[in-house]
T-cell receptor
Framework: DAGVIQSPRHEVTEMGQEVTLRCKPISGHNSLFWYRQTMMRGLELLIYFNNNVPIDDSGMPEDRFSAKMPNASFSTLKIQPSEPRDSAVYFC?????????FGPGTRLLVL | GIQVEQSPPDLILQEGANSTLRCNFSDSVNNLQWFHQNPWGQLINLFYIPSGTKQNGRLSATTVATERYSLLYISSSQTTDSGVYFCAVDPTGTASKLTFGTGTRLQVTL
């Protein structure tokens, strides 16, 4: 398997623009996670899905963030409107049970 | 929520040396994982080890759940071991809400 796939790998945008990050989990994994990593706050769980259903979104920072998983092989994390403080590396991970497998991340810079 | 502390925060080793990284957690856990984040940012799962001892090549890990700590041993370190090592825990037993520690940054020099 190719592992967890994320796109784009890098994104530079201006404040106020909409940003969409994409993730393809490992086939057969029934859980999917979105994380954000910053120097100040480390790795934080934003939201996770089980069998395509959002289970816990308590980590989503505010209403500007939204995530969807329309099917078992695709998820998006959207930020609208983006702000400079959203600059971070966003990771997607998937899991068949106890162990999580991370994608390469999307490095987002909001100017 | 659960607190995860890792020590030391930074570690510099010469190639060939051994090291022990520690993870303390504040509450009972049913899921504990060790990850390595390489210098390119990729997070690699090393061990799923809620209790007991596991070994994989030059790496081994031990979790003493009753005393709320886990240790990661790196033997005969290589420059490719450089990066940040994270411990992550979840009280629920699944991988549903991992809380990550702040990491140990390891640099292995020639």
């Amino acid at each position: 398997d190719a592992g967890v796939i994320q796109s784009p790998r890098h994104e530079v945008t201006e404040m106020g623009q909409e940003v969409t990050l994409r993730c393809k989990p490992i086939s057969g994994h029934n859980s999917l996670f979105w994380y954000r990593q910053t120097m100040m706050r480390g790795l934080e769980l934003l939201i996770y899905f089980n069998n395509n259903v959002p289970i816990d979104d308590s980590g989503m920072p505010e209403d500007r963030f939204s995530a969807k998983m329309p099917n078992a092989s695709f998820s998006t994390l959207k930020i609208q409107p983006s702000e400079p403080r959203d600059s971070a590396v966003y990771f997607c991970a998937s899991s068949p049970a106890e162990t999580q497998y991370f994608g390469p991340g999307t490095r987002l810079l909001v100017l | 929520g659960i607190q995860v502390e890792q020590s030391p925060p930074d570690l510099i080793l010469q190639e060939g040396a051994n090291s022990t990284l520690r993870c303390n957690f504040s509450d009972s856990v049913n899921n504990l994982q060790w990850f390595h984040q390489n210098p390119w940012g990729q997070l690699i799962n090393l061990f799923y080890i809620p209790s007991g001892t596991k070994q994989n090549g030059r790496l081994s890990a031990t979790t003493v759940a009753t005393e709320r700590y886990s240790l990661l041993y790196i033997s005969s370190s290589q420059t490719t071991d450089s990066g940040v090592y994270f411990c992550a825990v979840d009280p629920t037993g699944t991988a549903s809400k991992l809380t990550f520690g702040t990491g140990t940054r390891l640099q292995v020099t020639l």
